[in-house]
C-alpha cells in the first residue's frame, strides 16, 4: 500500500459527458502528479500541483483541468469526453525536503467511454 | 527534453532463467534514475533507484547500476520467477530542476512461464 488513494478504482461513461477523479496523497506530501497511461501512449505526465498551486503542465488536453485542495486532495476533471480519453488515470504523490525523488502512485482509476 | 528510452517487449522467459532490461537516457542535468514495476491490475510500484553515478540500486534480486558515461541503466535479475511477471519501466527524474515529474520509458512486458 502506496499511501495513495484514488477514487473512484472504475468508471464507464458515454461521449461527451464529464467526470471527477479524486486522489489522496500521502500524509504529508505536498506534491500531487496525475499521469495517464494508455495502450499506445504509454504513461503520459498530465499534470502536477505543489501546495495547492500548479507547478507543472504536460500532455494535458484542454479539455482536461485539475486542482489541489488546501487539505491536499486533488481532483482531476475530464470534460467533453471522447472514445480516445479511455484510460488509466493515475496519481502520485512525493514529498519534497529530504526526498530521493521517487512517486509514491495509487492503483489508478481506469476510465471507459463507450 | 529528458526522455527514457527501453527495450521493447514482450519478453517471455522460462523461471530461473536471466532478465536484462535495457534502458538508456538523455538529460540536461544529472537525474536521479528509477525502475517501476506494475503487476496485472495494480498501481506502479517502486522496484529500485539510483541518485548518483555507478549507484547500485537493488531490490527483490533485481539490480541496476547507474553508468554516467553510457547514460545507461539496465534492470537485471539473475533468476526469474513466473511472479515477476509484469511491466517495467524505466524513468528519470531531474532533482536539480525543482519539483519536476518523473519521464517514463515506454515499458517492457515480461512474460516468465514455468
Known amino acids: 500500500d502506496s499511501g495513495v488513494t484514488q477514487t473512484p478504482k472504475h468508471l464507464i461513461t458515454a461521449t461527451g459527458q464529464r467526470v471527477t477523479l479524486r486522489c489522496s496523497p500521502r500524509s504529508g506530501d505536498l506534491s500531487v502528479y496525475w499521469y495517464q497511461q494508455s495502450l499506445d501512449q504509454g504513461l503520459q505526465f498530465l499534470i502536477q500541483y505543489y501546495n495547492g498551486e500548479e507547478r507543472a503542465k504536460g500532455n494535458i488536453l484542454e479539455r482536461f483541468s485539475a486542482q489541489q485542495f488546501p487539505d491536499l486532495h486533488s481532483e482531476l476533471n475530464l470534460s467533453s469526453l471522447e472514445l480516445g480519453d479511455s484510460a488509466l488515470y493515475f496519481c502520485a504523490s512525493s514529498r519534497t525536503s529530504g526526498s530521493t525523488g521517487e512517486l509514491f502512485f495509487g492503483e489508478g482509476s481506469r476510465l471507459t467511454v463507450l | 527534453g529528458d526522455s527514457v528510452t527501453q527495450m521493447e517487449g514482450p519478453v517471455t522467459l522460462s523461471e530461473e532463467a536471466f532478465l536484462t532490461i535495457n534502458c538508456t537516457y538523455t538529460?540536461?542535468?544529472?537525474?536521479?534514475l528509477f525502475w517501476y514495476v506494475q503487476y496485472p491490475g495494480e498501481g506502479l510500484q517502486l522496484l529500485l533507484k539510483a541518485t548518483k553515478a555507478d549507484d547500485k540500486g537493488s531490490n527483490k534480486g533485481f539490480e541496476a547500476t547507474y553508468r554516467k558515461e553510457t547514460t545507461s541503466f539496465h534492470l537485471e535479475k539473475g533468476s526469474v520467477q513466473v511472479s515477476d511477471s509484469a511491466v517495467y519501466f524505466c524513468?528519470?527524474?531531474?532533482?536539480?530542476?525543482?519539483?519536476?515529474?518523473?519521464?517514463f520509458g515506454k515499458g517492457t512486458r515480461l512474460s516468465v512461464i514455468a
Open positions: 538529460a540536461t542535468g544529472y537525474p536521479s
Open positions: 524513468a528519470l527524474r531531474d532533482l536539480n530542476s525543482g519539483n519536476t515529474p518523473l519521464v
